[in-house]
């Protein structure tokens, strides 16, 4: 018999009487080796970023330039592991064979590529913090100095933030929409992403008070409160808040 749990997957959207389709939250991937990956996904990150933070304050450019293809080695292993592939809820499933019939061509189960899937989404994220670096200029970032810190900063926030929502998500209109005006329901992914947002928010804090720190300098607090709010906002949504709804 199937459960409720089992009717509302990841990714699943379900209809109510009236027809319209409701987004569901993204669950992880039921299975004992996606249970442990997502724990250890935490720690390598909270590793890296304690391990770094040094180099991080002595020479932010540089670390956070050579941090950056492991974070999107860690992400993408993470999501390959843990996360459902966008359209992976919308393939048919392979028809079993009866004893003695073969296989028609074209038969086979048509789920995504993982491999595609995971690249586009990697791109995507990237081009998608060129729009994070504006909106960190407007809330306060320099503007005309400093531009390799922001956009790194902005780069390091979409691999954390944007790129588990556009391997799950793929890029559907009704789907982005709900996230972009906070109405979509937490899970690990949508919940990462407004921890992070908010960590980078608080982050700014302490650069303006008068305390003469080496790790005052931009974009270091933001940094800091960029994976500290992902790693909480990732608990949060994939756990205690799970399918609730901002708005």
Known sequence: ????????????????????????AVRIVASPQAQVAKHVHAVLLLSLFIVRFGALVS???????NSIPIVMAIQAAYAIV?????????????????????????SESTGPNIAVTTIVALILSAIGALALHV?????GAPFLTHVSHTFLCALHLAVLGLFPLLYTRGVSNKEWLEIWSSSAPLDEAFGGLMGACVGAWLGAVPIPLDWDREWQKWPVTILCGIYTGYLAGKVI?????FGMRLG
């Open 59 to 65: 020479d932010p450019v540089s670390t956070m330039s």
């Open 237 to 241: 949504g994939g756990n205690v808040a």
């Open 1 to 24: 018999m199937s459960t409720a749990a089992d009717k509302a997957d990841a990714g699943q959207a379900s209809k109510p009487k009236d027809g319209e389709v409701v987004t569901q």
């Open 82 to 106: 843990c996360l459902p592939a966008a359209g992976s809820q919308a393939a048919k499933p392979a028809k079993k064979l009866r004893p003695g019939e073969k296989r028609k061509p074209g």
């Open 135 to 139: 909106l960190l200029v407007l809330f």
